[in-house]
Antibody, heavy 124, light 111 residues
Framework: QVQLVQSGSELKKPGASVKVSCKAS????????MNWVRQAPGQGLEWMGW????????TYAQGFTGRFVFSLDTSVSTAYLQISSLKAEDTAVYYC?????????????????WGQGTMVTVSS | QSVLTQPPSASGTPGQRVTISCSGS????????VNWYQQLPGTAPKLLIY???QRPSGVPDRFSGSKSGTSASLAISGLQSEDEADYYC????????????FGGGTKLTVL
């Protein structure tokens, strides 16, 4: 079946880096763009940006530039989110989510398949 | 403060019909389609409604969406206990170089 499986929870110290993986199965990975969404503890959803899985071109939302990097390994149908110079306020669940409209879209629309989420905790 | 405004809570009894509102502006709801997500406790969000009023395969027809001007609504009829969850509206916003904006979420309680 179509699914996204993310890597497990991470506990990091401030200043460290983390890389979250999102492995797709059940569909052609390069046919659908991938979005990333953050949810801080007890808070709502926040769109971080997306990556064109065909070209590898990432787009970052305001507030997610500089320390956040989206990347791909199409050979294993996996998307990655790397966060560097971690801060306490980066503590959150991070979700990858497939773009319903495919990969040839001008803007993200609906997210039809979600990963189970990866909890990243930043604490000294 | 979320760009899209939702009531923080809503409630209903089993079998009732409840609606959840989502208010935006001309740069988001007013010019783009609205999507709704359901997040059950401790789980990832699930797409409930896309393109204002379309249901993905597998979503019961008890769930319906509508949009008018710069506002949208999610209606749930025949309320069931398993509908107790957080509901989020979302839309593309043409301002600020473009961004997907979410509502703050509405916690639905089935009494």
């Amino acid at each position: 079946q179509v699914q996204l499986v993310q890597s497990g929870s991470e506990l990091k110290k401030p200043g460290a880096s983390v890389k979250v993986s999102c492995k797709a199965s059940g569909y052609t990975f390069t046919s659908y763009a991938m979005n990333w969404v953050r949810q801080a503890p007890g808070q709502g959803l926040e769109w971080m940006g997306w990556i064109n899985t065909n070209t590898g071109n990432p787009t970052y939302a305001q507030g997610f530039t500089g320390r956040f990097v989206f990347s791909l390994d199409t050979s294993v149908s996996t998307a990655y989110l790397q966060i560097s110079s971690l801060k306490a306020e980066d503590t959150a669940v991070y979700y990858c989510a497939r773009e319903l409209g495919g990969v040839v879209v001008t803007a993200p629309d609906a997210f039809d398949i979600w990963g189970q989420g990866t909890m990243v905790t930043v604490s000294s | 403060q979320s760009v899209l405004t939702q009531p923080p809570s809503a409630s209903g009894t089993p079998g009732q019909r409840v609606t959840i509102s989502c208010s935006g502006s001309s740069s988001n709801i007013g010019s783009n389609t609205v999507n709704w997500y359901q997040q059950l406790p401790g789980t990832a969000p699930k797409l409930l409604i896309y393109s204002n009023n379309q249901r993905p395969s597998g979503v019961p027809d008890r769930f319906s969406g509508s949009k008018s001007g710069t506002s949208a609504s999610l209606a749930i009829s025949g309320l069931q206990s398993e509908d107790e969850a957080d509901y989020y509206c979302a839309a593309w916003d043409d301002s600020l170089n473009g961004v997907v904006v979410f509502g703050g979420g509405t916690k639905l309680t089935v009494l």
